[in-house]
């Protein structure tokens, strides 16, 4: 049974457009949602997390909307920068135990 | 950068041989968890290590099997290779019972079986 579940697989967006990428989870014990991206030949880096005490975060052009009833989660990626192509991966855990990652969405930002 | 090295970069090895890859964490960082990205694919737990113990373990066979040394160093051992087994390898720390959930990811180890 797959943890957590990640959409869409690859996105396309112009520069100075909005990517946004979509997680839903499983298991109601989670209680930390980081989101990584990762660049070719490198290992995931965290980009920024919540707790499902806050429905949002928000971290420069980065934010977390969180929905608590829905079990869902989702990065919001304002004035997206070709810097910003790379592949991004959720993920759930709850303290202490083994991170659940999504399958990754390829991020493609367009000049 | 996290802090984390992981050696060596890349690795090829045959079907039916054994392979060992390193780690080392932060400093401070007694829980290490090591992963499985095949390519495409999002990580896959393979098992974590606190104070060099066992501390669970995902859904792969006991040929995989680790070590984790004093010096927040840690081991990733896999017998009977696989072709399947070719994946890029991942280990992260973090500071377990600092209150933060964050793991601190290295830049993994390519292992490329033929």
């Known amino acids: 049974q797959q943890q957590v579940k990640q959409s869409p697989q690859s996105l396309i967006v112009q520069k100075g457009g909005i990517s946004i990428i979509n997680c839903a989870y499983e298991?109601?014990?989670?209680?930390?949602f980081p989101w990584y991206q990762q660049f070719p030949g490198k290992g995931p880096a965290l980009l920024i997390a919540i707790r499902p005490d806050v429905s949002e975060k928000k971290e420069g052009r980065f934010t977390i909307s969180f929905n608590k009833s829905a079990k869902q989660f989702s990065l919001h990626i304002m004035d997206s920068q070709p810097g910003d192509s790379a592949t991004y991966f959720c993920?759930?855990?709850?303290?202490?135990?083994?991170?659940?990652f999504g399958t990754g969405t390829s991020l493609t930002v367009i000049p | 950068e996290t802090g984390v090295t992981q050696s060596p970069t890349h690795l090829i090895k045959t079907r039916g041989q054994q392979v060992t890859l390193r780690c080392s964490s932060q400093?401070?960082?007694?829980?290490v968890s090591w992963y499985q990205q095949a390519l495409g694919q999002g990580p896959q737990f393979i098992f974590q290590?606190?104070?060099?113990?066992?501390?669970g373990r995902g859904n792969f066979p006991p040929r995989f099997s680790g070590l984790q040394f004093p010096n927040y160093s840690s081991e990733l051992n896999v017998n009977a290779l696989e072709l399947d087994d070719s994946a890029l390898y991942l280990c992260?720390?973090?500071?377990?019972?600092?209150?933060?959930?964050?793991?601190?990811f290295g830049p993994g180890t390519r292992l490329t079986v033929l």
């Open positions: 992260a720390s973090n500071p377990m019972g600092g209150g933060t959930d964050t793991q601190y």
């Open positions: 298991n109601t014990a989670f209680d930390y």
């Open positions: 400093s401070g960082h007694n829980t």
């Open positions: 290590y606190y104070r060099e113990e066992e501390n």
């Open positions: 993920a759930s855990t709850y303290t202490g135990n083994q991170f659940y």
